[in-house]
């Protein structure tokens, strides 16, 4: 069973930065792509960004793109989620998420309602 723990969350003033960490623990076998979604208060949710844990290929939402960046440290085991010059239409709870599906953008768009796994979520809060 694939258990994924977040971190990293917190209050920041918008243009601030702040980076997540995933670090999944049990059996990755299974798992192709990791990477982040997030759900605003009465908001469904978005798929932000993922990463193939074998080519590195990465994906992101257009929201994000040129202010996140996703990046894994396979010596650490851990994926990380550089969010830079946040905005407050970024708050919301972010939730470690991987599949056995490749990460593509049909993924990240298929995020909004289905993963194979998810972690527990840590909140991000962009307000002045």
């Known amino acids: 069973q694939l258990q994924l723990v977040e971190s990293g969350g917190g209050l920041v003033q918008p243009g601030g930065s702040l980076k997540l960490t995933c670090t999944p623990s049990?059996?990755?076998?299974?798992?192709?792509?990791i990477g982040w979604f997030r759900q605003a208060p009465g908001k469904e949710r978005e798929g932000v960004s993922c990463?193939?844990?074998?080519?590195?290929?990465?994906r992101y939402v257009d929201s994000v793109k040129g202010r996140f960046t996703i990046s894994k440290d396979d010596a650490k085991n851990t994926v990380y989620l550089q969010m830079n010059s946040l905005k407050v239409e970024d708050t919301a709870v972010y939730y470690c998420?991987?599949?056995?599906?490749?990460?593509?953008?049909?993924?990240?768009?298929?995020?909004?309602?289905?993963?194979?796994?998810w972690g527990q979520g840590t909140q991000v809060t962009v307000s002045s």
């Open positions: 998420a991987a599949d056995s599906a490749a990460c593509s953008d049909y993924l990240l768009m298929s995020w909004d309602h289905k993963s194979d796994w």
């Open positions: 990463i193939n844990t074998e080519d590195n290929d990465v």
């Open positions: 049990g059996s990755t076998f299974d798992v192709y792509a």
